[in-house]
């Protein structure tokens, strides 16, 4: 943050990383006296968007090597065992063999993202529970109402109101739609299974939309 502030007359910093709640309870050893704002959405878009990213692909790929393996190769030696060899669709993604191209093109159920966003909503919920002050925006009432929630948000960071602020950054919020309603009946069952836990801490059981 010094870094970011060299230079600079800097009285607030704001800085947004995709993923960072997999990592709320370091930030907020790190930086004890931020703020923080979680801003969320249906977990089944989530999902979907999370299986074109490279990051996310590695890590459904890591907890398969994980599950057959009973360690990450990517973090830990292979243990000697009497395993039989990897399927080649594991073999393929070993650190020693792993095929760029493959991963790029392997087919990932979306289920399997809907199963590590849950994860990762338990654990960023578990440490912004005694994150205080930290403020929960929904990324669906952001693109319905976005001068309100920015509003919430100017408030909540203590910043001057800004009428002209609010009118030339509200356009820039437009919905995507739900994704999840253009899958096959069968995969959108199974993605709003795997989106279960994470969509009940979020929204309430019984509180949301299962198809």
Known sequence: MSYLARGRTVQLIIERSGGSLEYASL???????????????????????????AMYRMAIIR??????????????????????????????????TF???RFRNATLPYSEFGLLWSSMILKGQKALHSWSPHLDI????????????????????????NSEWLAASAPAFHGRGDSWLLLAQDDRDE?????????????????????
């Open 27 to 53: 930030l907020q050893r790190w930086f004890p006296e931020a703020k923080a704002i979680h801003l969320y959405r249906d977990g089944r878009n989530c999902a979907i968007s999370m299986s074109n990213h």
């Open 63 to 96: 907890r398969r090597l994980l599950r057959f393996f009973g360690t990450d190769p990517y973090t830990s030696a292979l243990p000697i065992t009497s395993h039989e060899p990897p399927p080649q669709d594991l073999l393929d993604f070993l650190p020693t």
């Open 99 to 101: 095929d760029p191209d």
């Open 138 to 161: 929904s990324y669906e009432a952001l693109v319905a109402s976005p001068i309100d929630e920015l509003q919430k948000i100017e408030d909540f960071l203590h910043l001057a109101p």
């Open 191 to 211: 993605l709003t299974r795997s989106c279960r836990l994470g969509m009940d801490i979020l929204f309430g059981r019984g509180a949301w939309r299962t198809a």
